[in-house]
């Protein structure tokens, strides 16, 4: 084993690390996130401003991110208080005098909300290099219908984590390689990496038993494992919400870049409306398509089987938290902790001209999330989730909200 072991620690030496910079460090230490194959990294400055400069922010219901950021406070509350939390997030121990005053709120009250986040908290401009332009997009919690059992029209598998996909957090064999993930499995010894999406709809894992549930559309199959979480109305009329239990370690590929490549959609067409209706107007090519993206996703089942969809909370996002819409942000981990407040500036993605600002909270990730400046929005479940998530590709920026000192 500890040929391969060696072998990731030269392949991951061999890439070049995310460079995070906030005011007064010099040598970051980011936290873990998966490693994948990207461009030069961009650095983060945080440039120290006021709230008084803050574009909108007196006008948000500050209120409605309370219970959003204590389900965060609840994860802060069980770590080490001596704990560090990546390049900007300071130790554990430094959000407990927030969360405390945030637990203590009464609930509604606009003004004492946003006079907490005005008390405990200072807000920096992220930036990208020096520029504070961002991309903003939206996901969504899809429904799809299925079976436990393989029968017309149930024939596209949803596979839960194989046990032999190996997670490879190089850290523990050499401190300097802290925060690299790789992940693959172990053939005659060697680590190499595990299959990809061609590969498993192709039938690498059929008929292993790791069919956790069988739905009616492969495209609604491949959205899933774009949007992380999903509601599955099962053919016995009971829901089941299943989640993410893990990704084969290949990086993200856009089937909508590879459409505008193939010059098949503009690039102002393109939405996940868009991409979905040429997935459908073309099924000889459907299956190819989404091939070329080589990352895919694995699934567990969440809450199991219920009556109805009153009783599910949001979907649980990367920090183990359920995802409040319209409140709940997916960030880069590379350079931000879980957790920390966000002011979102950007505009609505149904009105282009009118301005969408909130106070959100990092509270999830994805593998197409990367950078300093980037973040993907939670609209929830239902069709105005969908077609908001599906039309969002804003331009904008963002504060973060970081403990006073």
């Not at 219901?61 to 208080?81: E, V, Y």
């Not at 997670?167 to 990496?193: E, I, M, T, Y």
């Not at 407040?341 to 999330?369: M, N």
Request: glycine letters at 12%.
């Amino acid at each position: 084993m500890r040929g391969w072991i060696l072998a990731l620690i030269v392949l991951v030496e061999a890439c070049a690390p995310v460079t995070v910079l906030p005011p007064g460090t010099s040598t970051p230490t980011p936290e873990s996130k998966p490693l994948a194959a990207r461009p030069p990294a961009q650095k983060l400055a945080l440039k120290k401003t006021t709230f008084n400069s803050i574009t909108g922010w007196s006008g948000d219901r500050h209120d409605q991110a309370i219970g959003t950021f204590l389900r965060s406070c609840a994860r802060f509350a069980k770590m080490p208080a001596d704990l560090p939390l990546g390049a900007i997030g300071g130790v554990a121990g430094d959000w407990a005098v927030p969360c405390k005053a945030a637990a203590a709120l009464p609930t509604g009250n606009t003004e004492l909300a946003r006079s907490f986040f005005e008390a405990h908290f200072q807000p920096y401009l992220a930036t990208a290099d020096g520029r504070p332009e961002g991309l903003f997009t939206g996901y969504f919690e899809i429904e799809l219908k299925g079976s436990w059992l393989r029968k017309e029209p149930y024939t596209t598998p949803i596979y839960e984590r194989p046990p032999e996909l190996v997670d490879a957090n190089l850290g523990d064999f050499n401190a300097d390689l802290k925060g690299k993930r790789l992940s693959g499995k172990v053939v005659a010894g060697r680590f190499v990496p595990f299959d990809d999406r061609a590969a498993i709809e192709a039938g690498a894992l059929a008929g292993r038993g790791l069919e956790m549930i069988w739905v009616d559309s492969p495209i609604d199959a491949f959205f899933l494992h774009v949007q992380g979480s999903g509601r599955v109305v099962m053919d016995d009329g009971s829901i089941v919400r299943i989640g993410f239990a893990a990704r084969n370690g290949h990086g993200y590929r856009s089937i909508g870049r590879e459409l505008i490549t193939r010059g098949a959609l503009s690039a102002e067409r393109v939405s996940m409306q868009s991409i979905k209706a040429w997935l459908q107007d073309n099924p000889e090519e459907a299956a190819a398509l989404m091939a070329t993206n080589p990352s895919y996703i694995f699934f567990r089942v969440i809450d199991g089987a219920l009556k109805s969809l009153g009783q599910q909370q949001g979907p649980i996002g990367a920090q183990g938290v359920p995802l409040t819409p319209g409140r709940s942000l997916a960030v880069d981990r590379g350079y931000f902790p879980l957790g920390i407040p966000i002011w979102l500036d950007t505009t609505d993605p149904l009105d282009p001209g009118a301005p969408l600002r909130r106070l959100v909270i990092a509270q999830d990730t994805g593998s197409a999330i990367k950078g300093p400046v980037r973040g993907d929005l939670f609209w929830g479940f239902g069709a105005e989730a969908a077609t908001r998530a599906g039309l969002m590709k804003q331009p904008g920026h963002y504060f973060l909200l970081l403990p006073r000192k």
